[in-house]
């Protein structure tokens, strides 16, 4: 009897977010490569579209607690998109984190957040 591996392949639409056009580009891939099939616009779409299934990333908005501010919360974000499998580690580092007033706009809140090497930055400044 002739026994074959068959490798499985899976197709998955990917939203591009690059541009406003929004283009459902269809990729596939068998676990070793990915190959964009269908529906992209641009070069850029195509790169999104990779990039999305083999390391999907997304930039965090967040708050953090402040003490003793004129606000509770300060705004922050991430300095650059964290890996998405790593968003929910990011979250539990940030909700322990409490930060004295004065905070300023572009402050490093958190440095290497979650062993990243990823800043958490103020978004806005509290007195």
Known sequence: MN???????SKKEVTCIVCPIGCKIIVESDGKKINVLDGYKCKKGVEYAISEALDPKRMLTTSVKVIGGSWPLVSVKSSEPIPKNKILTVLEEVKKTKVNAPVELGEVIIKNVAGTDIDIIATKTVN
């Not at 026994?3 to 392949?9: A, D, P, V, Y």
């Open 3 to 9: 026994w074959r591996l068959n490798l499985i392949t």
